[in-house]
């Protein structure tokens, strides 16, 4: 299934994903540091949902208390509520 997941606190202003069969797919950032974000996806991509939170989640940016990769993790706690 597809969402779309609209950050706060970061640079990135959207988060596309894929969640299939519990598996995170086509992660791709809108806005923010191109070259890391693209990594992020690609480190994710047939990641399961549980382990890329584990990962993610907590990961600050700077002085913020969030990050690109802490609201991705957020963002696939959502759906995975939302799925629910």
Known sequence: MHHVYFPKGVCSTRIDFDIENNTIHNVKYT???NGNLQAVGRLV???TTDEAVKRLKG???GPNTTSCGD???RAIEQAKSEEN
């Open 71 to 73: 609201q991705l993790a």
């Open 31 to 33: 806005n923010g540091c």
């Open 45 to 47: 991509e047939d990641m």
């Open 59 to 61: 990961i600050c940016c």
